[in-house]
C-alpha cells in the first residue's frame, strides 16, 4: 500500500467545447487536425451553439464531476489526499497541460479517467495515448487509465430509474405505445473490421440497463456522425425513430444518449433539436430523461471505478 499521506492525483478527461463562440474556429481546426473550416461549415457549427442558447455546458459540467468526485472519494478514504485535473481532447486546458500541472505539483500516482462509458481505439485509447506520451517523459509509471465503465452498477441503475421515472409518468395508453431509443456516438465503420469492442460495449450496455429497467424491448441507434465521406456506424438514431413510428405504431419515443454523460451539443442539438424535430413532424412525443451530470449515484458509479482502479495503482511498484 501507498504512504496514506502521499496525494492521489484524478485526471479527469473529455472531449470540450468553446469556451467561448470566438473560440469556434480554433476548436474545430483542432478536430480537424489543422485544417480549418470553411466559412459555411462555421457557421453551421455557430448557428447549432445559438440554437442551445449560445454555449455548450460541457467544460463547466465536467469540472463539476470531478469536484463531487473528489469530495466522494474523499468521504470514502479520509486517510487518503486526492487532488483532480481537467484534461480536455481539444481546448483548454489540454491533457497534456493537466499531466505537466500534476508533475508540477508533485503528484507521483494518479487515475486518469476518460468521461465516456464504452471503450473505443477511436476515443478513449486516443485520450490513453495522450497521457502516456505527456507523462512517460516525468518518470509516471504509477499512472493508470481506466478503459471502460460502463458495467457499473450504479451507472445501469441511473439510466435504469430514469428509464422507469418517464415510463411512469406517461399515460397508461401513451406507456403501451412508448419505444426506448438507446444511442450512443457514431463511430467510423472501420473499427468494425479492426476488432474494437465498442459497438459490442455499447450493445451490452443496452441491454444492461433495459433488464434493469425491466423492459421487454428497446432499440439502438447512433447519433451525431462526423461529416466525412467515409461510412460511419449506423443506423442512425433518427432512421430508428421513424422505422419505429411506421413498424411498430410506437408513438412516444424516449431517448437515452447512454454514449453520453453531460449536457452538451451532441445531446442539447443532435437529440433535443433534431430527434425532436422528427418526432413532431411525425405527430409523436419526444422525451429525453436528464443526463448523469453529477447526480450523486452517477458520481458514485464514478467512484466505484476510480476505486478499482487504485488497487491497479497500489500494485504498480514505485
Known amino acids: 500500500m501507498h504512504p ?9 478527461m473529455a472531449y470540450g ?14 478536430i480537424r487536425h489543422g485544417r480549418e473550416p470553411s466559412e459555411a461549415l462555421q457557421e453551421q457549427l455557430q448557428n447549432r451553439y445559438f440554437a442551445i442558447g449560445g454555449g455548450s455546458p460541457l467544460n463547466r459540467i465536467t469540472a463539476e464531476q470531478a469536484a463531487q468526485l473528489t469530495a466522494d472519494l474523499s468521504r470514502r478514504f479520509p486517510a487518503q489526499d486526492f487532488r483532480s485535473y481537467i484534461g480536455f481532447k481539444h481546448t483548454a486546458p489540454f491533457i497534456e497541460e ?6 508540477a505539483d508533485g503528484i507521483h500516482k494518479g487515475v486518469a479517467l476518460v468521461m465516456a462509458p464504452h471503450y473505443s481505439a477511436f476515443s478513449v485509447r486516443a485520450y490513453r495515448e495522450r497521457v502516456t506520451r ?11 487509465t481506466v478503459d471502460a465503465w460502463y458495467r457499473q452498477p450504479k451507472f445501469i441503475g441511473y439510466w435504469a430509474r430514469c428509464i422507469s421515472v418517464a415510463l411512469q409518468a406517461l399515460q397508461p395508453d401513451d406507456r ?7 444511442s450512443a456516438h457514431s463511430l467510423p465503420a472501420r473499427i468494425l473490421v479492426e476488432s474494437d469492442p465498442y459497438v459490442q460495449q ?5 441491454q444492461l440497463i433495459a433488464a434493469a429497467a425491466g423492459l421487454d424491448t428497446y ?9 466525412t465521406p467515409d461510412p460511419w456506424i449506423g443506423p442512425d438514431v433518427r432512421e430508428v425513430t421513424r422505422n419505429l413510428w411506421n413498424t411498430r405504431q410506437q408513438r412516444t419515443f424516449i431517448y437515452c444518449p447512454i454514449g453520453f454523460v453531460a449536457d452538451h451539443l451532441e445531446v442539447l442539438y443532435d437529440n433535443d433539436v433534431e430527434c425532436r424535430a ?5 405527430g409523436g412525443a419526444y422525451v429525453r430523461p436528464p443526463m448523469p451530470n453529477i447526480h450523486p449515484l452517477f458520481i458514485a458509479a464514478l467512484a466505484d471505478a476510480v476505486a478499482e482502479a487504485l488497487d491497479r495503482v497500489a500494485s504498480v511498484p514505485a
Open 4 to 12: 496514506q499521506n502521499e496525494t492521489t492525483g484524478l485526471l479527469v
Open 17 to 30: 467545447t468553446p469556451h467561448t463562440l470566438q473560440d469556434l474556429r480554433a476548436y474545430y481546426t483542432h
Open 98 to 103: 493537466a499531466v505537466a500541472r500534476m508533475h
Open 134 to 144: 505527456a507523462a512517460a517523459p516525468l518518470g509516471w509509471p504509477r499512472l493508470v
Open 176 to 182: 403501451r405505445h412508448a419505444a426506448v431509443i438507446f
Open 202 to 206: 455499447v450493445t451490452e450496455s443496452a
Open 219 to 227: 432499440a439502438i441507434g447512433w447519433q451525431s456522425a462526423g461529416r
Open 278 to 282: 422528427v418526432v413532431e413532424e411525425l
